[in-house]
């Protein structure tokens, strides 16, 4: 039984959501703040939360009041008001919570009444973070050292600085609108670009100029504290690639590798103090920078929030960074918090997680899929972000974490493929060396294979020397098993180093399943570890499992009535963060009908792999070998597969496993021309009827709804193959946002489609009808009267919603400078929820 509230002043708490995805934004903080709303509110919280993006999980929890709103500080104080709210928790919505919050707390006037207090941070705090000078000199002051900067509010300013200044150098905004820009300048030509670029994204139009530090290493750790001033790490983690590259675009790992003990200590002390000298009850992440040579660390980057690297390390390690923050967050003690029995040790919050496994992170890039549509962008990485997501390879060595991670990220990119590489001219290679592009991994495996040398190799791209000896171990057993033919000794080392069936059957020119008779023959089977943060130190209820190849197996197969569920992968251009909405929520209803529900991802951002919504997780690529290893460890009587995963859908056919298809186009469909609106007919189809939804209206980079009535509309001629929800579209000249259109034959002027995933998220908000639940009912049969009953009656009140979905607001040219214009439609990242009259 949870204890009840802390204060009896905090009563009723508005969660902030975290609002679009976009750059560095793929849903993980609306994942967190889903997975601690039913703790809280067992404690006694009246809990509230505000969002406009259309892929929210958490404004679908029943364990709050949720509110569609614009996030903008009038909307923000018209719900404080109107709800009476006592508390606000901003850090669960990232950077973008913060700054809303503290444009509240600035334009919060005496006639507007008590305002709620800001769980986590306290207002002093939030005024240090928006002023750089103040937290540089804060810092300085308790001894850390940060690269020395200077604020400027002009470009002349900037020009008297260079004088003083040798490049290479920071620019970068100050009290930025948005995510911070970063932009590393070489060359003097590229100076006033940059100044120009960073003063217009800044709130007071001014820019923070700094000697760039790059090559440095750089260090990520992330530390929880209480408001005793109790503090714990969590974990750390280290980039492959040097200070000069976006951390979002670098290959990292943990635990630390490559750094002395007394540094790594050294490190977390500084953390520690960081988050002393910020008064935070939560978590805070400091990157640091060390250089080597010196021994000289750097603090760079100061985030006393919830960001990419807490979901990250929660997954990593097993720790339950959430819940154990929020807890913290509403005044208690690290000693008190409280976790579900059933799933952690009772001491698991007060302990700092241990890992016995390595974990590496990939990041995922839109390059191909964007080659594809006819569209070239800059793929050379540097200091602004390009990547858009990442994916997760667990392993208990770096060979065989990393070639997970690999396999898990970019399964369908061309640019990895070895017969690319061997197709690099030596120029290209040095090159790329030098100014890295996605691909960076198999590139340097390819200078390894030339005869490039390490500490060559090493001084070209500031990449520690571990790495470079890791990599030629791996070509090494490459060399071996292709030399040797296929044999049990081989196929035993090449499992161990993380190669996958079907790399396998290529090496060995053979087929998939000859490789998975000749493992099965070999007893080289995979076994299962759990992720508990004592590293099995005490005994937890682990949920959580990647596959290595040793004797012991710690994973137990859940029962004879599960359903495995392979999850959308790594965030991607289009519906990626819509594709986790509706895995989860298929996760949440499997539950509810009775199932046991086992779940495969990679993609630390998804919310189906919180730990509440599922009975097991597996951490694993999502390749046909590693579904059907969890297939033989689970037996489940379906496996539940997205429809853009074709051959994967193909290959668990051929094999005799029982599919169900979540029906879902290869990729998000092109949105219409730009002298053209396209119409969608919305229906849900159960197995056998076709049910009449909406209509709605398609421009380029919006979508509303159209006030008609069609529920009488014929639909007795439409048989599928799949029930799910699907549109049928048609097409026509004009840009009027219309109130009534035509129907057309639709055996003729029309195609039917899956609805996208991003649709069916924004259309469920508006119903308040969860469409996916009603899809999974019916694949039980399950569906009652009531279910489309309710469906009908809400009909009405959606057809007069005022609200319309937009996604045109991520700045494709700053994050890869495209050759020409990017579909917001298709590439659907930015998309919000708006209302009409705010346009």
Not at 50 to 73: G, Q, W
Not at 332 to 359: G, N, Q
Not at 386 to 408: C, D, N, P, Q, W
Not at 514 to 529: D, F, H, M, Q, S
């Amino acid at each position: 039984m949870y204890k009840r509230t802390t204060d009896e002043n905090l009563k009723r708490i508005l969660f902030l959501g975290s609002g679009e995805t976009d750059f560095g934004m793929q849903g993980e903080n609306d994942a967190a703040i889903y997975q601690v709303l039913p703790i809280l509110k067992s404690q006694g919280y009246r809990l509230f939360i505000v969002d406009d993006n259309p892929y929210s999980l958490a404004l679908e929890s029943s364990e709050a009041e949720t509110i569609v709103a614009t996030l903008t500080v009038q909307s923000i104080k018209s719900i404080i008001k109107e709800k009476q709210i006592d508390a606000v928790f901003p850090g669960f919505a990232g950077l973008r919570g913060l700054r809303l919050w503290h444009q509240v707390i600035a334009e919060w006037r005496e006639d507007d009444g008590a305002r709620p207090v800001g769980l986590g941070i306290s207002d002093k705090t939030l005024d240090l973070l928006n002023d750089s000078t103040a937290l540089f000199e804060t810092l300085s002051a308790a001894g850390l050292a940060m690269p020395e900067a200077t604020i400027v509010r002009s470009q002349s300013e900037a020009n008297e600085l260079l004088r003083d200044l040798e490049l290479p150098l920071l620019v970068r905004a100050h009290n930025p609108a948005q995510g911070t820009t970063r932009r590393i300048v070489r060359r003097l030509d590229d100076f006033e670009e940059a100044v120009n670029q960073v003063l217009s994204q800044s709130l007071t139009k001014e820019a923070v100029i700094s000697k760039a530090i790059n090559g440095l290493k750089e260090v990520s750790l992330l530390v929880l504290r209480d408001k005793a001033g109790n503090c714990l790490q969590v974990g750390a983690s280290e980039d492959m690639d040097p200070i000069g590259i976006h951390t979002a675009d670098s290959l990292s790992v943990a635990p630390i590798l490559t750094i002395s003990d007394q540094i790594v200590q050294e490190m977390r002390a500084q953390a520690f103090l960081v988050a002393d000298i910020l008064n935070v009850q939560g978590p805070v992440h400091v990157q640091l920078a060390l250089n080597e040579r010196t021994g000289q660390l750097y603090i760079i980057k100061v985030s006393p929030y919830l960001d990419q690297l807490s979901n990250r390390m929660a997954l990593m390690t097993g720790y339950p960074v959430m819940l154990v923050a929020a807890q913290l967050a509403t005044g208690r003690r690290i000693m008190d918090v409280e976790l579900p029995a059933d799933s952690y040790h009772e001491k698991t919050a007060m302990m700092e997680p241990v890992m016995d496994h390595i974990v590496v992170k990939l990041p995922v890039f839109s390059f191909g899929d964007l080659k594809a549509s006819g569209i070239h962008v800059n793929r050379q990485l540097n200091s602004i972000q390009k990547s858009v997501g990442s994916a997760l390879g667990f392993g208990r060595t770096f060979i065989e974490a990393m070639e997970k991670a690999i396999r898990a990220a970019h399964f369908n990119n061309r640019s990895f493929s070895p017969k690319y590489m061997k197709n690099v001219s030596d120029d290209e290679m040095i090159q790329q060396l030098i100014h890295p592009h996605d691909n960076r991994v198999l590139l340097l495996l390819e200078a390894l294979r030339r005869g490039y040398e390490v500490d060559e190799l090493a001084e070209l791209t500031k990449i520690d020397e571990f790495y470079f000896y890791q990599l030629k171990q791996l070509l090494v057993t490459e060399e071996r098993i292709l030399d040797s033919g296929p044999s049990h000794e081989q196929l035993a080392e090449a499992k161990q180093s993380g190669l996958s069936d079907g790399l396998l059957a290529r090496f060995w020119n053979s087929n998939l399943q000859n490789i998975r008779t000749l493992a099965k023959e070999a007893g080289v089977i995979p076994t299962y570890k759990a992720l508990e943060p004592s590293a099995g130190e005490f005994p937890e209820n682990a949920h959580q499992f990647f596959a290595t190849f040793e004797e012991e197996n710690e994973s137990v197969a859940v029962s004879n009535h599960t359903i495995l569920l392979v999850g959308s992968g790594a965030f991607r251009m289009g519906d990626g963060a819509a594709a986790g909405y509706v895995t989860s929520v298929a996760l949440s209803e499997l539950r509810k009908l009775g199932y046991h529900t086992v779940i495969m991802n990679n993609n630390a951002a998804d919310a189906s792999l919180l730990p509440h919504l599922s009975d097991k997780q597996y951490l694993e690529p999502l390749e046909t070998s590693d579904v059907m290893a969890v297939v033989d460890q689970e037996k489940p009587e379906a496996i539940l597969v997205p429809g853009n995963r074709r051959k994967l859908i193909a290959s668990l056919l051929a094999l005799g496993q029982r599919v169900i298809v979540l029906p879902k186009e290869k990729h998000q469909p092109f949105g219409p021309e730009a002298d053209e609106s396209e119409f969608a007919l919305n229906l849900f189809y159960d197995g056998q009827r076709a049910y009449p939804l909406v209509l709605t209206q398609h421009q380029a980079g919006e979508i509303r709804l159209v006030d008609q009535d069609i529920s009488g509309t014929d639909l007795a001629g439409i048989h599928l193959d799949h029930s799910g929800v699907y549109q049928l579209i048609w097409r026509k000249k004009g840009l009027n946002w219309v109130k009534h259109v035509d129907l057309p034959d639709f055996s003729v002027d029309s195609w039917l489609r899956p609805m996208p995933f991003g649709q069916i998220a924004f259309l469920s908000k508006l119903l308040k009808i969860s469409l996916i639940r009603l899809v999974v009912r019916s694949w039980k049969g399950g569906l009652t009267e009531n279910d489309l009953g309710a469906l009908v009656a809400h009909m009405p009140d959606l057809r007069g919603s005022d609200f319309a979905m937009v996604s045109d607001r991520t700045d494709f040219h700053l994050h890869l400078q495209p050759d020409a214009p990017i579909d917001s439609t298709r590439f659907e990242m930015g998309a919000k929820i708006v209302r009409l009259q705010e346009d």
